[in-house]
């Protein structure tokens, strides 16, 4: 194997690497519930655009060192629609917690904890039940009698 080859096959292994941390975050996004995932995601949202322009990088080493191994190679960039796509929706994820009014400065950061008090306070409280004895609250209920 000749050195554009490995070349090629170390910056293919960049690439996946790279575009697999964008698909982590990605699925982190789609539940940051508690204070643990909200601080995970936003630990990994520190990276991620440099992770972005890592993968380009990497996209177009990978173009070029093909283009010299093969002279009839076309250069291929669907990635980058499914890249794009990860960006946005990590990206609006982003956006609700900093739409979130628990700070009264944009330059503060927005605690996870802060941001579980907002959504907390939107939760409705659920109406009190007068049940005196949850077991014959039972019995009642389904019609058993109680031997």
Same mark, same amino acid.
């Given at each position: 194997?000749?050195?554009?080859?490995?070349?090629?096959?170390?910056?293919?292994?960049?690439?996946?690497?790279?575009?697999?941390?964008?698909?982590?975050?990605?699925?982190?996004?789609?539940?940051?519930?508690?204070?643990?995932?909200?601080?995970?995601?936003?630990?990994?949202?520190?990276?991620?655009?440099?992770?972005?322009?890592?993968?380009?990088?990497?996209?177009?080493?990978?173009?070029?060192?093909? +283009?010299?191994?093969?002279?009839?190679?076309?250069?291929?960039?669907?990635?980058?629609?499914?890249?794009?796509?990860?960006? +946005?929706?990590?990206?609006?994820?982003?956006?609700?917690?900093?739409?979130?009014?628990?700070?009264?400065?944009?330059?503060?950061?927005?605690?996870?904890?802060?941001?579980?008090?907002?959504?907390?306070?939107?939760?409705?409280?659920?109406?009190?039940?007068?049940?005196?004895?949850?077991?014959?609250?039972?019995?009642?209920?389904?019609?058993?009698?109680?031997?």
């Amino acid at each position: 194997m000749d050195a554009k080859r490995k070349r090629v096959k170390v910056w293919t292994a960049k690439k996946e690497q790279y575009f697999t941390r964008i698909q982590q975050l990605l699925d982190i996004s789609k539940d940051v519930t508690t204070p643990e995932k909200i601080a995970k995601f936003k630990l990994k949202l520190e990276t991620v655009e440099k992770t972005k322009n890592s993968l380009l990088e990497a996209l177009d080493e990978i173009n070029l060192l093909e +283009c010299d191994l093969n002279e009839d190679f076309v250069p291929n960039y669907a990635v980058l629609d499914v890249v794009d796509e990860m960006m +946005c929706q990590i990206i609006s994820v982003e956006k609700k917690f900093k739409k979130l009014p628990t700070q009264q400065a944009s330059t503060e950061s927005y605690s996870s904890l802060n941001i579980l008090e907002r959504f907390d306070s939107t939760v409705t409280a659920l109406l009190k039940l007068n049940i005196d004895n949850l077991a014959d609250y039972f019995y009642r209920i389904f019609g058993i009698s109680k031997t």
